[in-house]
């Protein structure tokens, strides 16, 4: 086979390759803490065997009761070496904690579910402006507040989050493709696997 041949084989394949990376959607699922956000993402990939859930890393120590698979708990000194080798799709520092999600290399076929601070979500979306942001507010501020007492958060975390919130949740709307409030669990879950298959749709 010539060269030139050769070269254009390899070009195709790279093409055919970069092609299947794109065609997976990305779902980012963000919001303050004690939005449910953990919950509602479980919920998803249970539900919906073409998405896979992105676990994320971060320093902060687990919660009690909290499952073990819910993040990659790691050091400091862990989660910086894997900045410095670009291991990250986007990270960032959150009440004295690091949180970030390690760039995805989902199975073929499958969508990809990232449920990740509102920092996070803006990295996200200015690498990827085609991914679908869905935004998770609280009923209410008192309801948020109860949601993080009930998963073992202390006193004055839950001040901090709260705190957070009232900044994080002008950007999240004004960032989100949808906004969406979990009054519900059930219908949360309903309302966005039906705006992920629209957006499969839009995109088949």
């Known amino acids: 086979m010539q060269r030139w041949l050769v070269d254009i084989c390899a070009d195709l394949i790279i093409e055919s390759c970069v092609g299947i990376v794109t065609k997976s959607l990305i779902v980012v699922v963000s919001g303050p803490g004690g939005v449910g956000k953990s919950t509602i993402v479980e919920e998803l990939v249970k539900r919906d065997e073409r998405l896979w859930l992105s676990r994320s890393w971060t320093t902060r120590e687990m919660r009690q009761g909290e499952?073990?698979?819910?993040?990659k708990f790691v050091?400091?000194?862990?989660?910086?070496?894997h900045i410095d080798a670009d291991g990250f799709l986007e990270w960032t520092e959150f009440i004295g904690n690091l949180y970030g999600t390690p760039n995805p290399e989902p199975p073929t076929g499958r969508d990809i579910v990232l449920e990740i601070e509102v920092d996070g979500a803006q990295q996200v979306k200015q690498q990827h402006p085609e991914a679908l942001l869905l935004f998770v507010l609280p009923p209410s501020r008192e309801e948020q507040k109860a949601r993080l007492h009930g998963r073992g958060d202390a006193d004055n975390k839950v001040e901090q989050r709260l705190k957070k919130a009232e900044e994080e949740e002008p950007v999240g709307k004004a960032l989100a493709d949808y906004v969406l409030i979990n009054d519900d669990l059930a219908q949360t879950v309903n309302d966005m696997l039906g705006l992920i298959a629209k957006e499969r749709a839009k995109r088949a």
Do not use: G, H
């Open 67 to 71: 499952a073990a698979d819910a993040y």
């Open 75 to 81: 050091t400091r000194e862990q989660f910086q070496q």
